[in-house]
Every structure is written in C-alpha cells, then in structure tokens.
C-alpha cells in the first residue's frame, strides 16, 4: 500500500513560484504512476499534472503548460511540482494522487494524499 505525503504549499504572490513535493512511501512507488490534482472553493477536483514511472513521460491541463513542471526521483520516493508564474486562479487545494496509469482526469485516481493548500493573492 502506497501513503502520500505532500508539502510545499503556502501562500505567494500573483506571478511567483512555488515547489510542491510528494512523498510516498511503498515499495511499488517507482511502478506506479503519479499526479496532482487540485481542487478550488465550490468547484471540483481536476486534473493537473502526471509523470509516469519511468518519469520519461508528462502530461499537464492545459491551464498549467508552461508554467509547471512535473518531475520524480524514484531513488527518494519523491516527485515534485514545480509552479511558477502563479495565477489567483490557481489558488487551491493540491493533492499528490498515484495510479498505474498516468491517467489526465481526476477520476483516473484512486490513491490521494491528504492535500496541501496553495494560495495566490493578486
């Protein structure tokens, strides 16, 4: 069974940076698959970012390309967020997911970590 820890999250300011990390721990994490989605007041979870195993491939909504970057290190159980160029509307709560598959909807997800709350003001 995998658990997910993320951390990172915190409040900055319209076109600043954030790094988000997701620990995970099992040891079938460097087969499997991982993600985050995010969810904002009143609205539902989506789909952000998936990286698969091997980390070769990544896959982002089209909100986010460009401006983040989904990377893992399978050696530290870790994958990262890399966000910059913060929009207010990316304000949300931020969830590391896993799966077997690098799946690009929220839906695809049956593992979630617990969240971590990123706020951008304007």
């Known amino acids: 069974q995998v658990q997910l820890v993320e951390s990172g999250g915190g409040l900055v300011q319209a076109g600043g940076s954030l790094r988000l990390s997701c620990a995970a721990s099992g040891r079938t994490f460097s087969r499997i698959a991982m993600g985050w989605c995010r969810q904002a007041p009143g609205k539902e979870r989506e789909f952000v970012a998936a990286i698969d195993w091997r980390g070769g491939s990544t896959y982002y909504a089209d909100s986010v390309k460009g401006r983040f970057t989904l990377s893992r290190d399978n050696a530290k159980n870790t994958v990262y967020l890399q966000m910059i160029s913060l929009k207010p509307e990316d304000t949300a709560v931020y969830y590391c997911?896993?799966?077997?598959?690098?799946?690009?909807?929220?839906?695809?997800?049956?593992?979630w970590g617990q969240g971590t709350q990123v706020t951008v003001s304007a």
């Open positions: 997911v896993a799966g077997w598959v690098p799946g690009t909807r929220a839906s695809d997800y049956d593992l």
